[in-house]
């Protein structure tokens, strides 16, 4: 696809690039840095994770976000946090308001459970990949947010992975609380109906606010 248009930011560009689907991405932000994430075609589904880059066994942890946070889905004004309490990225901005904390990664071995397929790309596989750029591994994985991505939960708790409602042009902003490492997994996945069946670029623009 041709290269988007170049954003007009309130700081310096430190990073602007476009994930293909099925690439992992990731990088260290400083206090106050702001990393946004474009769905540039619209239902694609964004695996994150995010860890103290000082101390990483610092990291994001689900459960104490969604309690905090007292929702099952992020959007505008809330907080990540990590397993110590402290705010990893506030979500800043954001133009869908449904993100998934609770679906957790796709790995090939769900795959093969789920929908009888052998191999297959995969989350997991893209963490893996990206993390041992900084010196983590498998047992540095946890259960990480689904940016873009619609997982309702039903009456008596039944959840399910429902196409997702960005569109093209949808973002979130992320406000770095702390000295961070950020990774995510533009997600391959074709087997559920979160990317539509045609998983798609994402833009990734990390920058620096002026002071």
């Known amino acids: 696809m041709a290269k988007p248009a170049k954003l007009k930011l309130p700081g310096r560009v430190l990073e602007d690039v476009v994930i293909a689907a099925g690439e992992p991405w990731g990088r260290v932000l400083e206090k106050g840095d702001r990393l946004r994430i474009v769905d540039l075609e619209g239902r694609q589904a964004v695996d994150f994770l995010c860890y103290n880059a000082d101390n990483p066994a610092e990291r994001y942890n689900a459960a104490d976000t969604m309690k905090i946070n007292g929702t099952l889905w992020l959007k505008k004004g809330q907080k990540i946090y990590s397993d110590l309490g402290r705010v990893l990225f506030t979500l800043a901005e954001d133009t869908v308001g449904y993100h998934d904390t609770v679906a957790g990664c796709c790995s090939a071995e769900s795959n093969?459970?789920?929908?009888?397929?052998?191999?297959?790309?995969?989350?997991r596989d893209n963490f893996l990949v990206i993390l041992s750029k900084f010196g983590l591994g498998k047992k540095d994985i946890v259960a990480n947010i689904n940016f873009f991505m619609y997982v309702p939960v039903g009456p008596g708790g039944a959840l399910a992975i429902k196409q997702g409602k960005s569109k093209p042009g949808d973002y979130v902003d992320l406000i770095a609380e702390t000295r961070a490492l950020a990774v995510l997994s533009n997600c391959p996945q074709k087997y559920n109906p979160a990317s539509g069946g045609n998983p798609t670029p994402v833009r990734v623009v990390a920058w620096r606010p002026s002071a």
């Open 112 to 123: 093969r459970v789920r929908y009888a397929v052998w191999p297959t790309p995969n989350c």
